[in-house]
């Protein structure tokens, strides 16, 4: 899933500081599992908002929607009737939903209430690391199924480097060494032969190095 | 001969080589580089030239390359890929041997987490590996990595690092043979202050028979001082300080102790002299150059052979 953080309380009064009456829209996706931005933040968040506000003799007039998902303009054409209500809106969601807000309701203002961090997987309660990149061209099968370009901190397609200690990452003790993961996979699975093949240089065109990307289904597109 | 390098004329000529290298200044002082590189002149068969180590920003390796080689000394050229994507590597590497630089060692570089700016792009395009590939297809196909003919390709003798003490040690081996698989031609690996644990790598190396593919070049540093010593052994990550190390240099007082790491350091290398597959030696003496000559000589290893 794609996870984010809300971002600094001090950050979103800043940017909704000018207006009367907001718009708070979270979504029932990912930012709903990662506890960011579902309809539960939503409520947490327009209290404290208000609350703020309140302090300061403003009472603000806030409007709370959680969409089922959105970055879908099927979902996102639900907020039409609020437009005229509302001075801006602010969105809980990743920076996908942000962005279809913003492009469906061009005459409003539109705030990320959420730092979008990455493609993440849940470790446990509460913890989720990132697993993928989106590079546009998987390799997870020829390395144990443990991503070198998510999970490496120089991204290294020959790993392990120099820096590697006891299992963890020379950038910090709390960091596990992908390639020690890899390698460790590799045995389990039999294959540590095939470490010793060479990796050759990635074609990143199909990462975002090629440009923003999109996907066209043919037989979908309407 | 692949190349003009001196550092493979010296290999294929059967004498144990030397390398040593200087760190570039934080600013634009060509006389540091002759100063620090002077020092080494007629003791060493190559000064590599660092690039911007631990992720602080130097003046550029292929700039004070340039002014050493035009000292008539010879550089090696060293390059991260840290920094620079496939095009900026290339057309360095290609800079560099249009002033007759014509060794050089390919790098991953630390994180930029470890230097002044933990706020840039790390670049990583290719790794090391990669890198290797790239400079042999530009050395011995005349291509680019994209595939595009090169007009006077660039011919390196290609070095890389090895490190016998990083984790996991079962894999160390396995990776020198994936660099020998890309085409290096010599490695200079980490600072070794642990002989027995590199005599058990140096073994399973000439087991694979590796050390007939590529010269390998064991690392020696000296230490100045008993606070060196603990700061390698607990904080510089893949660095292997036995504790006897540490003790012996506590052992002497502060005035001593310099001496007793240069001792230390020679006595290395004449044990790391007789391991079999071992082709010679790089001194990592860092900001402390001007004791390599003195090393060197007392490791019986001058005067340098002319080749």
Same mark, same amino acid.
């Given at each position: 899933m794609i996870t984010a953080e809300q971002k600094p309380m001090q950050e979103i009064i800043n940017c909704i500081a000018p207006y009367d009456r907001i718009l708070l829209v979270g979504c029932n996706e990912c930012v709903t599992v990662c506890s960011a931005g579902g309809r539960k933040e939503v409520g947490l968040l327009a209290s404290a908002l208000q609350l703020h506000f309140l302090k300061q003799g403003k009472t603000l007039d806030i409007k709370e929607v959680t969409l089922e998902r959105q970055c879908d303009p099927e979902y996102v054409e639900e907020l039409v009737n609020y437009m005229d209500q509302v001075d801006a809106v602010v969105s809980m969601a990743?920076?996908?939903?942000?962005?279809?807000?913003?492009?469906?309701?061009?005459?409003?203002?539109?705030?990320?209430?959420?730092?979008?961090?990455?493609?993440?997987?849940?470790?446990?309660?509460?913890?989720?690391?990132?697993?993928?990149?989106?590079?546009?061209?998987?390799?997870?099968?020829?390395?144990?199924?443990?991503?070198?370009?998510?999970?490496?901190?120089?991204?290294?397609?020959?790993?392990?480097?120099?820096?590697?200690?006891?299992?963890?990452?020379?950038?910090?003790p709390d960091v596990d060494c992908a390639w020690q993961l890899i390698w460790d996979r590799m045995k389990a699975l039999g294959i540590e032969k095939r470490y010793e093949e060479v990796m050759e240089a990635k074609d990143w065109r199909t990462s975002r190095d090629g440009g923003p990307r999109k996907i066209v289904r043919e037989d979908l597109a309407s | 001969m692949?190349? /003009?390098?001196?550092?493979?004329?010296?290999?294929?000529?059967?004498?144990?080589? #030397? *390398?040593?290298?200087?760190?570039?200044?934080?600013?634009?002082?060509?006389?540091?580089?002759? /100063?620090?590189?002077?020092?080494?002149?007629?003791?060493?068969?190559?000064?590599? #030239? *660092?690039?911007?180590?631990?992720?602080?920003?130097?003046?550029?390796?292929?700039?004070?390359?340039?002014?050493?080689?035009?000292?008539?000394?010879?550089?090696i050229l060293q390059m991260v890929t840290r920094d620079r994507n496939r095009l900026a590597l290339q057309s360095d590497i290609i800079g560099a041997y249009a002033f007759g630089i014509n060794t050089m060692l390919c790098l991953s570089g630390d994180h930029p987490r470890f230097g002044d700016h933990p706020m840039a792009a790390n670049v990583y395009d290719l790794d090391s590996v990669q890198l290797i590939q790239t400079v042999k297809k530009m050395r011995d196909e005349g291509k680019f990595q994209g595939g595009a003919d090169i007009a006077n390709a660039p011919k390196m003798f290609i070095g890389a690092a090895a490190n016998p003490f990083a984790d996991p040690f079962e894999l160390r081996v396995m990776r020198l043979a994936k660099k020998v698989n890309a085409g290096v031609d010599f490695i200079q690996t980490q600072c070794i202050f642990n002989l027995d644990k590199f005599e058990l790598y140096m073994k399973q190396v000439c087991d694979r028979g590796l050390h007939e593919k590529v010269a390998i070049l064991a690392g020696i540093t000296p230490m100045k001082t008993a606070g060196a010593a603990r700061y390698m052994k607990n904080k510089v990550p893949g660095m292997d300080v036995p504790d006897e190390i540490v003790?012996?240099?506590?052992?002497?007082?502060?005035?001593?102790?310099?001496?007793?790491?240069?001792?230390?350091?020679?006595?290395?290398?004449?044990?790391?002299?007789?391991?079999?597959?071992?082709?010679?030696?790089?001194?990592?003496?860092?900001?402390?150059?001007q004791k390599v000559p003195e090393i060197v000589e007392r490791a019986g290893l001058l005067p340098r052979p002319e080749v």
């Open positions: 990743c920076g996908c939903g942000v962005q279809t807000i913003a492009a469906r309701y061009r005459e409003k203002a539109v705030y990320p209430a959420v730092n979008t961090k990455f493609m993440g997987a849940s470790e446990r309660q509460g913890i989720w690391a990132e697993r993928c990149q989106g590079c546009g061209d998987c390799v997870l099968g020829l390395t144990g199924g443990i991503c070198p370009i998510a999970r490496c901190s120089k991204r290294l397609m020959n790993g392990p480097c120099g820096g590697s200690t006891k299992g963890k990452c020379e950038i910090s | 692949k190349t /003009e390098s001196r550092l493979e004329k010296i290999l294929a000529a059967g004498h144990m080589a #030397v *390398t040593s290298e200087c760190g570039p200044p934080r600013g634009a002082l060509p006389e540091k580089v002759k /100063e620090k590189a002077e020092m080494l002149r007629g003791c060493v068969d190559g000064i590599n #030239v *660092t690039d911007n180590q631990t992720a602080m920003v130097r003046m550029s390796s292929t700039a004070a390359c340039i002014i050493i080689k035009q000292m008539g000394l010879d550089p003790k012996r240099m506590e052992g002497q007082p502060k005035e001593k102790q310099a001496e007793e790491g240069v001792k230390i350091a020679v006595e290395a290398m004449q044990r790391i002299k007789e391991m079999p597959g071992v082709r010679g030696f790089h001194i990592m003496a860092i900001e402390w150059e």
